[in-house]
């Protein structure tokens, strides 16, 4: 179909939806189709396929999530469990049975075991017991592979699956208890710096390291992969291993990383790290050979992506008081 095929993005308005589209766009896509949660509720099965079944599209992007940090994580579990399973089951089955032929499905590092080996190779999945404080969402991730896996398998489908390691960028959630990392010490740092407080409260002890990539180079990187010929794909996956890392290939503590960002921020203060507070799993690296083997490299630094988000942050005034959840759908 070229640039002309129809495709739809599934939680275009989210962090990664909105870079999707940016990304598509740029690469001369010129007919992608998307749907607010106000139009298309995607946890209503019969919504979801009447959708497919009058929009015949062509590939999908599969975007949607409820996502969050670790408070978030913690505090609704059920609801992170629950809404993913149904999102990427409606839309997974729902596209098989409208007849697309190509999906990406985007899952997340947390799928690997708390205590894999680093850096996390895509072999890991399944070798161990997951991280507690996010359990229930990364069950439902591994769960979206394999659907799309099962699809493949028994109907010949080329559903294919990406995991990133931890995003950021523009259009992320910035509550400062229910966002992932970054995007909560963007805002604390910055109204801390606006308040003239003396320092800024970071949870846990700032030993835990973290990969972090900004939300354009996944885009770029899901769009390579759905692009790349079936049987160069199949060449560096097997069927019931089919899922590719992609992320920045190095990491950093949670000390430095708040280091960057008071710089980027121009908070001058101190740093208080509250022990009490839980520090998730110790290490989260991603192996990224195998991304890395189909001709894909990020682009954008750490710093320079914490300054690009922090500009978009402040252009947009992003203030929502709301406990939200972490709704991208």
Same mark, same amino acid.
């Given at each position: 179909?070229?640039?002309?095929?129809?495709?739809?993005?599934?939680?275009?308005?989210?962090?990664?939806?909105?870079?999707? %589209?940016?990304?598509?766009?740029?690469?001369?896509?010129?007919?992608?189709?998307?749907?607010?949660?106000?139009?298309?509720?995607? &946890?209503?099965?019969?919504?979801?396929?009447?959708?497919?079944?009058?929009?015949? !599209?062509?590939?999908? *992007? $599969?975007?949607?999530?409820?996502?969050?940090?670790?408070?978030?994580?913690?505090?609704?579990?059920?609801?992170?469990?629950?809404?993913?399973? +149904?999102?990427?089951?409606?839309?997974?089955?729902?596209?098989?049975?409208?007849?697309?032929?190509?999906?990406?499905?985007?899952?997340? #590092?947390? !799928?690997?075991?708390?205590?894999?080996?680093?850096?996390?190779?895509?072999?890991?999945?399944?070798?161990? @017991?997951?991280?507690?404080?996010?359990?229930? /969402?990364? !069950?439902?991730?591994?769960?979206?592979?394999? $659907?799309?896996? #099962? *699809?493949?398998?028994?109907?010949? &489908?080329?559903?294919?699956?990406?995991?990133?390691?931890?995003? /950021?960028?523009?259009?992320?959630?910035?509550?400062?208890?229910?966002?992932? +990392?970054?995007?909560?010490?963007?805002?604390?740092?910055?109204?801390?710096?606006?308040?003239?407080?003396?320092?800024?409260? %970071?949870?846990?002890?700032?030993?835990?390291?973290?990969?972090?990539?900004?939300?354009?180079? =996944?885009?770029?990187?899901?769009?390579? +992969? =759905?692009?790349?010929?079936?049987?160069? *794909?199949?060449?560096?996956?097997?069927?019931?291993?089919?899922?590719?890392?992609?992320? =920045?290939?190095?990491?950093? &503590?949670?000390?430095?990383?708040?280091?960057?960002?008071?710089?980027?921020?121009?908070?001058?203060?101190?740093?208080?790290?509250?022990?009490?507070? @839980?520090?998730?799993?110790?290490?989260?690296?991603?192996?990224?050979?195998?991304?890395?083997?189909?001709?894909?490299?990020?682009?954008?630094?750490?710093?320079?992506?914490?300054?690009?988000? *922090?500009?978009?942050?402040?252009?947009?005034?992003?203030?929502?008081?709301? @406990?939200?959840?972490?709704?991208?759908?």
């Amino acid at each position: 179909m070229g640039n002309e095929a129809r495709i739809f993005v599934a939680g275009h308005q989210g962090m990664v939806g909105s870079g999707l %589209i940016r990304r598509l766009r740029d690469v001369g896509y010129t007919n992608i189709i998307t749907r607010t949660r106000a139009e298309l509720d995607l &946890t209503r099965q019969a919504d979801v396929e009447a959708f497919f079944a009058d929009n015949a !599209i062509d590939q999908v *992007y $599969l975007a949607a999530a409820k996502v969050g940090g670790i408070h978030a994580n913690n505090t609704y579990p059920a609801d992170f469990i629950h809404d993913n399973l +149904v999102i990427e089951t409606n839309v997974i089955h729902a596209a098989f049975k409208a007849g697309v032929r190509k999906l990406l499905f985007l899952g997340s #590092s947390c !799928i690997y075991p708390r205590e894999a080996p680093q850096p996390m190779a895509e072999e890991a999945l399944l070798t161990g @017991p997951l991280e507690p404080t996010n359990e229930p /969402y990364a !069950i439902a991730k591994i769960a979206g592979i394999k $659907l799309c896996e #099962s *699809y493949n398998r028994q109907h010949g &489908t080329d559903y294919r699956s990406v995991m990133p390691t931890n995003l /950021y960028g523009p259009h992320d959630n910035f509550h400062p208890e229910n966002s992932h +990392v970054i995007p909560a010490l963007i805002r604390r740092f910055h109204e801390a710096k606006e308040r003239g407080d003396d320092e800024v409260v %970071i949870w846990g002890s700032g030993e835990p390291r973290r990969e972090f990539l900004h939300v354009d180079d =996944m885009a770029a990187a899901c769009v390579h +992969v =759905m692009e790349l010929p079936a049987d160069t *794909y199949e060449a560096h996956t097997t069927p019931m291993c089919s899922h590719i890392n992609v992320g =920045m290939g190095k990491d950093c &503590t949670i000390r430095e990383l708040a280091e960057t960002i008071a710089r980027v921020t121009g908070f001058e203060g101190a740093l208080r790290f509250d022990t009490s507070r @839980p520090d998730g799993a110790p290490r989260k690296l991603l192996d990224v050979m195998r991304i890395a083997e189909m001709g894909w490299w990020p682009q954008l630094a750490l710093k320079d992506g914490v300054q690009n988000t *922090y500009l978009w942050y402040v252009a947009n005034a992003v203030r929502d008081e709301r @406990p939200r959840r972490g709704d991208q759908f």
